[in-house]
């Protein structure tokens, strides 16, 4: 039995199926459903979890060698909700694009956990290292 780190079988499963440069999509609770990818759907309630919850817990296990966010987030979130992120971020490569592009990446994801946070824009395309 697991009883240490991620517990949930689905997340588990997912992330050890991704190998080297493989995309992984952490998404905000109105990310769109893309019925061909697996998705895992981990929201309880308002930001139970979050996207950064999500990614401080897959970090330990996970080689991430970029991530694509949108532009959007920088120019309609304040300053204040984007400083956890930059944190938690801080050794990572980020790319900027446009949210239309950003979801253009998704279908070639492995698959897609959504959270229920309610942080516009704070969707992440983690590609693995």
């Avoid at 204040?80 to 239309?100: G, S």
Wanted: hydrophobic share 50%; no cysteine.
């Amino acid at each position: 039995m697991i009883n240490t780190g991620i517990l949930n079988p689905h997340i588990n499963s997912l992330l050890a199926r991704v190998r080297q440069t493989n995309l992984l999509v952490i998404a905000d609770r109105g990310f769109p459903y893309w019925p061909a990818l697996e998705t895992v759907d981990i929201s309880l309630m308002d930001d139970i979890p979050t996207v950064l919850q999500v990614l401080n817990a897959i970090r330990p296990n996970f080689a991430i060698g970029e991530i694509f966010m949108t532009q959007e987030f920088l120019t309609a979130i304040p300053p204040e909700v984007r400083a956890p992120f930059a944190r938690a971020t801080v050794d990572i490569r980020l790319n900027y694009e446009a949210h239309v592009e950003l979801k253009q990446r998704v279908p070639g994801a492995v698959g897609l956990i959504r959270t229920a946070d309610t942080i516009q824009y704070a969707n992440m395309i983690l590609v693995s290292a």
